[in-house]
């Protein structure tokens, strides 16, 4: 049976990540590959739930994250465990990275203590913690990702931060492809529409053409 893939897609709000998962899901299917499309927080009923509360619901920074990794858990447990057993394709609106970028960057939370939520979350008892096998991360100056979302729709309390928190969020990414530069594959999402996509459709080839199967 062809191995389970497992591919998140990173990014500050406005940089296009959501606009072209649907196009890598699109790709995939067409080579035959079962594909799951989902994102985080969230993926299940009750990580939705938790969603609601961490988008738009004041709490401590440790709070956040705790819940940020429950979400996660259940997620990893129903649904990308599950699909990647079954042979499919996982391709993820934002995993853990988001976390160290959100809230270890944004959020100046501790490093380290991320770290040790991580590795209990993410192990599963197959030596090793989960990780995507590949990580596609949207890279983009905030201030050009403002000027994108502007009048776009109401913010969540993440979105309504200032420009310093995404230069923190964004600076967060950069640390984390540093820590795990082998999965990761940076694109420059300040170019246009067709040349990102264009990019990730040569990111895509390998997978495509079945060199990660």
Known sequence: MTRGLFISFEGIDGAGKSTHIEGVAALL???GR????????????LSEKLRALVLHEPMDALTEALLMFAARREHLVQVIEPALTRGEVVLCDRFTDATFAYQGGGRGFDWGVLAQLEAMVQDLGQGGLRQPDLTVWFDLDPAIAAERLASARVPDKFESQPADFFAAVRAGYARRAAEMPKRFACVDAARSREAVWAEVERLMAPVIAGAWA
């Not at 079962?34 to 009923?45: A, K, S, W």
């Open 29 to 31: 299917r067409a080579a």
């Open 34 to 45: 079962t594909v799951v499309l989902t994102r985080e927080p969230g993926g299940t009923p």
